[in-house]
């Protein structure tokens, strides 16, 4: 098993940057595929990113191309999102995901996710 506890969270101004941290506790860390999940008020839990269990892959929803990144360090059992050029329907809380395949964290389904941590956009 695999517990997660997100930070970074905050508010920011549209444009700006922030970067979320995930660490996950569990030996096996490095043996599950990492991703982010955001919920904004009133939507459903939508696809955010995730990376493969070495790093070398990464996959983003359509919405966040080109802007955010994610990436893990596997020594520190840390996942990150960079956010870069943040928009105000960018607001959501965001969770950190974990599963064995990428396929479940980009339904919104994976088996473990945290308690998530809240960025909120300003205009």
């Known amino acids: 098993q695999v517990q997660l506890v997100e930070s970074g969270g905050g508010l920011v101004q549209a444009g700006g940057s922030l970067r979320l941290s995930c660490a996950a506790t569990?030996?096996?860390?490095?043996?599950?595929?990492m991703g982010w999940l955001r919920q904004a008020p009133g939507k459903e839990r939508e696809f955010v990113g995730a990376?493969?269990?070495?790093?070398?892959?990464?996959y983003y929803a359509d919405s966040v191309k080109g802007r955010f990144t994610i990436s893990r360090d596997n020594a520190k059992n840390t996942v990150y999102l960079q956010m870069n050029s943040v928009k105000p329907e960018d607001t959501a809380i965001y969770y950190c995901a974990a599963d064995e395949t990428v396929a479940p964290i980009s339904d919104s389904r994976p088996d473990y996710w945290g308690q998530g941590t809240q960025v909120t956009v300003s205009s």
């Open positions: 990376v493969s269990w070495s790093g070398v892959s990464t």
């Open positions: 569990g030996r096996t860390f490095r043996r599950y595929c």
